[in-house]
């Protein structure tokens, strides 16, 4: 409504401030949407991390990192004990600490990228103590809370 000297009321101050701001909250959510924040490798990687580190919260059980055969990526569940570097089928890299060090890593056709990772307070020992391994994707692993180390066979 119109004052009686043709300026804006209050009100309709109010009413065209408050649509700006939805026009412009709805904008945002439109490209939040469409944006490639979202990457499908990145919270795949994040799912399996977090499955295993539920697993090793509780003291032990399964675990399965299963994928889509369409899936252009290959997924591992590598430890590499003390070392910063394990080959096995695939060349695989860690930084950081390094002691019972536990990543969920892939291979994106080109190289492997070990970004979620974590030091365990013991070993997880699969075959030989000591040694560093690798699970692929498919296979399944139980995980048994020993006195000083985690044992894990591959089921």
């Given at each position: 409504?119109?004052?009686k000297r ?6 309709e101050?109010v009413?065209i401030?408050?649509?700006?701001a939805v ?7 439109l490209?939040?949407?469409i944006?490639?924040g979202?990457?499908k490798t990145d ?28 899936e252009?990526?290959?997924f ?5 004990q003390n ?7 695939r060349k695989f ?5 390094n ?17 979620s ?22 296979e399944r692993?139980?995980i ?12």
């Amino acid at each position: 409504m119109v004052s009686k000297r043709g300026e804006l009321t209050t009100t309709e101050i109010v009413e065209i401030v408050f649509g700006v701001a939805v026009v412009f909250v709805m904008a945002w959510l439109l490209y939040a949407l469409i944006s490639p924040g979202f990457d499908k490798t990145d919270e795949t990687v994040q799912s399996y991390f977090d499955s295993f580190e539920k697993v090793m919260e509780d003291g032990g059980g399964s675990f399965l990192m299963w994928q889509p055969a369409d899936e252009d990526k290959e997924f591992y569940l590598v430890y590499f004990q003390n070392r910063s570097f394990f080959e096995a089928r695939r060349k695989f890299y860690s930084l950081g600490n390094n002691v019972n060090h536990v990543c969920v890593c892939y291979w994106d056709g080109d190289d492997t990228k070990c970004e979620s990772c974590k030091n365990l307070d013991m070993p997880l020992v699969l075959g030989v103590a000591g040694e560093s391994w690798v699970v692929n994707v498919g296979e399944r692993i139980e995980i048994v809370k020993e006195e000083y180390y985690y044992n894990v066979i591959k089921i």
